[in-house]
């Protein structure tokens, strides 16, 4: 079982990715996507490419 650091969950919209796990979560539930989607949104999100709508970031975490 792998543990995932701080630096592999990031939130951002409303939505949290666990790079660690490979889930996408809204705060209804899941959030299900296609492996090519999940495939370019992990780049994304590791380069900070990815905001929220404030476009501040604390702690590694979008917010």
């Not at 959030?31 to 949104?41: E, G, N, S, T, V």
Request: overall charge positive.
């Amino acid at each position: 079982m792998e543990i995932a650091t701080v630096d592999q969950v990031f939130q951002f919209g409303g939505y949290t990715l666990d790079l660690g796990e490979g889930t996408l979560r809204h705060a209804d539930g899941p959030a299900f996507l296609r492996p090519k989607a999940y495939a370019l949104l992990t780049p994304l999100v590791r380069r900070r490419v990815v905001t929220s709508a404030t476009g501040r970031q604390q702690n590694g975490r979008f917010r």
